[in-house]
């Protein structure tokens, strides 16, 4: 199967997982894996540029990333500062958008400093947005913005009838971007782990066995023609989807399709089925 570049996915996320795995399996410790782990950070970022998604989201530390070993955790922060100021001239150079999503409360301050440092300097840039996922906990994002539509409804800037599924993504960290239209999951797990759970209703998930630092540019090809093979109905029946594509036979749901409705490889782990043994 042929990658289709007229039914590419507008919104990829990401959640990376096997990095500590993948460095146990060579005899080294996690932070090793955690570095390699950058290296398919890069690939999937330039894959995304060069094909013309214009929206990557990652994963990358959890709101339940704090219980792990204190001393994995530290080395992962200076680990990602580290990262944003050595990737940010080629996010300039390549004009992507980098956003930061989740609670800014708790992330060392000079990791603050260089999240915001890249925030204003790519603010104008939209090329590709690529928004990292730090201290973020999809549950905890439902509440905040919970909290934020009822502090403005009591100061009188709206009445609770107004609340709709369109009126409260406004609130959400993810405000004014597409929803995910493909989510992957690396590292042989299947499940969402507590991510975009609002932003995901519709999403297509993608699970592999192959851990994080594996992952290149070949795998998410792969990712992206899985994506194209499914038949997208949100709701209707798949004779509706070929009618309104007028292609019979064509699985595809065009992206103002899913406008409307919400106002191959052995690696690949179909949503339902058992995973293969762990690697």
Aim: hydrophobic share 40%; with cysteine.
């Amino acid at each position: 199967m042929e990658l289709d570049l007229e039914r590419l996915p507008r919104h990829v996320a990401i959640i990376m997982d096997g990095n500590g795995r993948w460095a146990m399996q060579r005899m080294r410790n996690r932070i090793f894996g955690h570095k390699k782990g950058a290296d398919a950070v890069r690939s999937v970022v330039t894959c995304c540029r060069e094909l013309g998604i214009r929206y990557l989201t990652l994963y990358a530390f959890s709101k339940e990333n704090w219980n792990r070993p204190k001393r994995e955790v530290k080395a992962l922060w200076g680990l990602l500062e580290k990262y944003l100021k050595s990737e940010l001239p080629e996010l300039i150079e390549n004009h992507i958008q980098f956003r930061h999503i989740g609670d800014d409360d708790g992330i060392p301050a000079s990791v603050l400093e260089q999240l915001r440092i890249c925030e204003d300097k790519t603010a104008n840039f939209g090329e590709l947005v690529l928004s990292l996922a730090l201290n973020y906990g999809g549950r905890q994002e439902i509440t905040r913005a919970a909290k934020l539509f009822l502090a403005d409804m009591m100061n009188g800037g709206h009445g609770a009838g107004q609340l709709c599924a369109e009126h409260f993504s406004r609130y959400l960290y993810t405000a004014g971007h597409p929803d995910p239209d493909l989510v992957i999951r690396t590292g042989g797990e299947i499940r969402v782990s507590n991510f975009l759970l609002w932003q995901i209703a519709y999403a297509e998930l993608y699970f592999t066995e192959i851990l994080w630092p594996d992952f290149g540019k070949a795998d998410f090809i792969e990712a992206l023609k899985e994506f194209q093979s499914r038949e997208r109905r949100f709701g209707r029946t798949g004779e509706q989807v070929r009618e309104r594509q007028g292609v019979s036979g064509d699985c595809s749901v065009k992206s103002t399709d899913i406008a409307q409705v919400r106002a191959g490889d052995k690696r690949c782990i179909p949503m339902g089925l058992i995973a293969n043994p762990k690697s």
